[in-house]
């Protein structure tokens, strides 16, 4: 109905559509981020993104579906970006704190914090599976279809990277 | 713990294994106590995992989103306009340069018959009487 009346030019059915499915994407931008500038200009990218494909958009797929893999591109694109910036000026990552110093508060918010470092710490092709499966809550079919990447690679890649999350956050789980 | 085992326990958190898959997970489980607190302590990272995951952008997010689009059109249409008019431009005159060289190469091939790139570029090949002059070989070995 939203993409329906955006698409006769109601641009406040668009509006709508970005605040119902804002949480969804920033799960997955920041998922994938980190909680950063560059998060919300990515989420900006993927609703006007979104926007401009309107016309492309079949309804195939769900919008949210729609939305999350172009979130997942643009993340993984600025990861590339990071990559080649930490190279070309050798600097360490802001995010490099080793997870096993921070404080292991139970507090939600430090909770929030000392995972999503542990997933910073994560290759992307782990963050990827880990975010989509763990934390955007998709199947995992759809996460295979979402990264067109075979099932048994989501399923090995989320078994190594859970595995490695449990080690990151082992002070913090008390194993 | 066995590699293989643990993975298995993994996997059964996200896809169903096979009977025979089954069978292996539950008999390893029955044996090893240290492998039976492996399920719960997964299910908690996996919880703590998905706990993390309620992110907002920063305040009037939509907002934002809606004025970029607003301007972002006219932009766009600007940017494109120039390319296109660049691309428009110089079409006919890449076409003709693409054609000249094709007939300059294949005159060159057939002029030569050399089908190298040599022949291609119109290089000659050089024989041993060009080289040398035979008078002035002659007039020296005198």
């Known amino acids: ?175 | 713990m066995s590699k293989k085992i643990i993975d298995l326990l993994y996997r059964s958190f996200d896809a169903t294994l096979t009977d025979d898959e089954q069978l292996q997970l539950k008999k390893a489980l029955s044996q090893s106590s240290d492998l039976q607190k492996l399920p719960k302590q997964i299910q908690s990272l996996r919880q703590t995992i998905a706990k993390a995951g309620s992110f907002t952008f920063k305040p009037f997010f939509a907002e934002r989103v809606m004025s970029k689009i607003n301007v972002a059109p006219s932009r766009i249409t600007d940017v494109e306009t120039y390319f296109d008019s660049l691309f428009a431009t110089f079409k006919p005159v890449a076409i003709a340069v693409v054609i000249i060289l094709f007939s300059l190469l294949t005159f060159n091939l057939t002029q030569t018959r050399n089908f190298t790139l040599a022949g291609a570029l119109g290089e000659k090949k050089v024989i041993l009487e060009e080289m040398v002059d035979p008078f002035f070989t002659l007039t020296m070995e005198r």
Not at chain 1, 6 to 29: C, H, N, W
Not at chain 1, 122 to 137: E, M, Q, S
Not at chain 1, 153 to 166: D, N
């Open chain 1, 1 to 175: 109905m939203l993409i329906k009346r955006t698409r006769a030019g109601d641009d406040s059915a668009f509006k709508m559509l970005v605040q119902r499915y804002e949480p969804r994407v920033a799960a997955t931008i920041i998922g994938m981020l980190g909680q950063c500038p560059e998060a919300d200009d990515v989420g900006q990218e993927t609703f006007i993104r979104f926007y401009k494909r309107l016309h492309q958009f079949r309804g195939e797929a769900s919008v949210a579906t729609y939305l999350t893999r172009i979130a997942m591109n643009l993340s993984l694109n600025e990861i590339k970006r990071r990559q080649r910036r930490l190279l070309f000026f050798q600097r360490q990552s802001e995010t490099g704190t080793d997870i096993a110093k921070v404080d292991n508060s139970p507090a939600n918010n430090e909770n929030r914090e000392l995972v999503q470092r542990a997933l910073q710490k994560l290759a992307p092709k782990f963050r990827t599976v880990l975010v989509l499966r763990l934390i955007d809550g998709y199947s995992t079919n759809e996460t295979a279809k979402i990264l067109e990447l075979p099932i048994g690679t989501v399923l090995s890649r989320l078994t190594r990277a859970q595995q490695k999350m449990k080690k990151l956050l082992k002070a913090y789980m008390g194993d």
